[in-house]
């Protein structure tokens, strides 16, 4: 859908998706958009499994439908996370067809056990094969296209990169103290904050270890430590065992291991934190309260290494908030740094420097944050988006190749030879 909402006639566009609740793909206004939702009669999973195997089958049920009704009255097909249709829309449409790869579904499964490696192997040669079908391909970082040669090696085209934005105007909105959510999250502590999923891959730990470490270490004097407060927000599903556990994690190494006073708010919770809590877990947060915590942050910390992209640091600039993210995956192509943050190895001690250099003033968070912002309004802004992508399907249109090939002329010609033995064998085996 952002796709659809950056280019500069909407209207001549048309989204078809398979899934079950369209209402959580809408952003902002769409105006004339048309939508279709195909394919959703298939069910996600086979008791809980197959989920890959179901949507193929939901992709491909959509691509039928498309290809009977809608033939031939598309002139770009932008394809989406699922590579499965594209050579289909390649042999029986006239289309051009741009394949936005977020990351190798293959890099995403479990391959631990034999019969996941089984079942998956197939999978993940349709993958390859299905993707490399694409006229162009585009990634979300420079990080995901690195990842994206190296896990498909048959495929020559170099990916381009297409930085996902985010809709300033959602983030300009006033903070509502009205709210009951939000007047929960009220305190005079200056706040930091850390916006990840209750995942161990999230690495969360990494930001309360640091903050604890100021303590621990004592870098900074105990009025001023006590005087700030670490905010944990974070999607949450209590139907998850691993939410709920390292949820509790969370919360015996803030207690248990550092002495720090916690508090967990949930979706449904009105209780107020106690006013010497240091440590806040705010459980699947709604928009009050991101916008009540990106206006009130001091400091951003992105936890995860590797991150296929990352928006949560970009959202943290456009808000003005210095970030301090891991030096790996795309925090290295958001943040600038030194400039709109730190990048750091995601190592505590590191980190308690990089809080304590903020906290302390080394840092001037207020300028930082303002380069962040302008940083932001450049390069992940919707207007910057769409003058990318536009660039990527004017290309299209005029018949050129978007996707540099390093060896496209060896690309090319290998598929004519192995299609003219295939014939010459298939004649040969026939009439001979």
């Known amino acids: 859908m952002t796709q659809t909402i950056a280019l500069k006639k909407p209207e001549m566009v048309e989204s078809i998706i398979d899934v079950v609740d369209f209402g959580k793909l809408i952003i902002g206004n769409v105006g004339t958009l048309q939508v279709h939702v195909r394919g959703n009669r298939i069910p996600r999973s086979v008791f809980g499994h197959a989920y890959i195997v179901c949507a193929i089958l939901r992709q491909l049920a959509l691509t039928f439908w498309l290809l009977y009704w809608k033939h031939d009255s598309y002139d770009i097909l932008f394809i989406d996370q699922l590579s499965a249709c594209v050579p289909l829309f390649k042999w029986l449409s006239t289309a051009q067809v741009m394949f936005y790869c977020h990351f190798p579904d293959k890099l995403l499964a479990k391959h631990d056990s034999t019969l996941k490696r089984l079942y998956r192997a197939p999978i993940d040669k349709l993958e390859e094969w299905t993707t490399g079908a694409a006229d162009t391909v585009v990634v979300n970082s420079g990080f995901t296209a690195g990842v994206f040669k190296r896990s498909f090696p048959s495929i020559f085209k170099t990916p381009r990169v297409l930085y996902p934005p985010i809709n300033l105007d959602a983030y300009d909105r006033v903070v509502d103290m009205s709210d009951p959510t939000v007047q929960l999250l009220e305190s005079p502590k200056k706040k930091i904050i850390s916006i990840n999923r209750f995942e ?92 009540f915590l990106l206006d009130q942050a001091e400091l951003m910390l992105y936890t995860p290494s590797n991150e296929h992209f990352g928006i949560t640091p970009v959202e943290g600039m456009y808000a003005s908030v210095p970030v301090i993210a891991t030096n790996s995956g795309g925090p290295l192509e958001s943040v600038k740094d030194k400039e ?22 080394k840092y001037d968070g207020v300028a930082i944050g303002r380069r962040g912002r302008e940083h932001v309004q450049v390069k992940f802004s919707l207007d ?22 390093r060896f496209d002329n060896v690309e090319y010609g290998t598929r004519i030879l192995v299609a003219v033995i295939l014939c010459y064998a298939w004649y040969y085996y026939m009439f001979a």
């Open 384 to 405: 910057a988006f769409s003058a990318q992508l536009e660039d990527i399907l004017d290309e299209l249109m005029s018949g050129g190749r978007p996707t540099h090939h």
């Open 200 to 291: 161990r891959k999230k690495n969360v730990e990494l930001a309360l270890r640091g903050f604890a470490e100021l303590k621990r270490a004592k870098m900074v004097p105990d009025e001023i430590f006590e005087s700030y407060q670490l905010i944990l927000a974070g999607g949450y599903d209590k139907r998850l065992r691993e939410n709920v556990e390292y949820l509790e994690e969370l919360d015996a190494l803030a207690t248990s291991t550092f002495g720090l006073k916690t508090f967990t708010i949930h979706p449904s919770s009105l209780d107020v934190p106690p006013a010497d809590a240091q440590v806040i877990f705010l459980c699947s947060f709604n928009d009050a309260q991101r916008t």
């Open 340 to 361: 709109t943050g730190l990048l750091l190895p995601p190592e505590p001690e590191q980190w308690a420097q990089g809080i304590h250099d903020f906290m302390t003033g």
